[in-house]
């Protein structure tokens, strides 16, 4: 039997408030673990680490997954902090890069989720919008949907099965300028881009969280995708 592959989730760094006290801690949603064993594969979570550590982290993976959390702090695409950048984690920033370049060394297949989409675009060489303007409500709630209409023949398009779908984010900045070698492959009512990809990498970034839709279309197709195409890693 073929075992199963194993994906990296990226932890996210914060503040954990327990019975004993408060602390801080690497957290993840156990909606993560869930849905890459139901697709076949066996989660591992990442903690957030000394950068030069992160190809170590990365050797034994079959494949990646970047998830949200704190923003991209904007030195790492030339603009300045404002106010609406509550939560930065340049540690983490830093962190990330690395994981992702010891990932792409390896060839490695890479799902970005919101935050993990964007730092796809940034480690690219792409920029975000700091702060959206827009009628849509992006920076919604796990229970909150908006449309997206995803390209015909994307990567996008074969991993869900479908063009029109609605998702749920929770981010108030989004892609300004696409990086190397990425494509957009989703896009929301105002033009926004929601999905970028780069099939020759086996790169795939989506603005929404999955992992609050399993039982929807834009939801645990995406976990399908990242443990099919780290079967072929493995």
């Not at 959390?69 to 983490?92: I, N």
């Not at 700091?130 to 015909?152: I, K, N, Q, Y």
């Not at 780069?198 to 399993?214: K, S």
């Amino acid at each position: 039997m073929t075992p199963r592959p194993l994906i990296g989730v990226t932890a996210i760094p914060r503040t954990v408030h327990a019975g004993f006290g408060t602390y801080w801690g690497q957290t993840l949603a156990d909606n993560f673990v869930k849905a890459i064993e139901e697709a076949g594969g066996v989660a591992v979570i990442l903690p957030s680490t000394a950068p030069e550590l992160a190809a170590r982290q990365v050797a034994a993976l079959d494949g990646l997954v970047l998830s949200g959390g704190a923003d991209v702090h904007p030195e790492r695409y030339g603009a300045e902090v404002r106010p609406e950048m509550a939560w930065l984690d340049q540690h983490r920033d830093a962190w990330e890069l690395a994981v992702l370049d010891a990932a792409a060394e390896r060839r490695l297949p890479i799902l970005g989720i919101c935050r993990g989409s964007q730092l796809l675009n940034v480690w690219r060489g792409g920029r975000l919008v700091t702060h959206l303007d827009t009628d849509v409500l992006h920076e919604g709630g796990a229970d909150t949907r908006h449309p997206v209409e995803v390209g015909a023949g994307t990567l996008l398009d074969e991993a869900l099965g479908t063009r029109a779908v609605t998702v749920t984010t929770l981010h108030h900045q989004g892609i300004a300028e696409l990086g190397d070698g990425l494509s957009v492959s989703a896009r929301a009512p105002d033009g926004l881009p929601e999905a970028i990809e780069d099939r020759g990498g086996r790169i795939l970034g989506v603005a929404w969280h999955p992992e609050f839709q399993l039982a929807e279309p834009s939801g645990q197709a995406l976990f399908t995708w990242i443990v099919t195409q780290a079967r072929s890693a493995a």
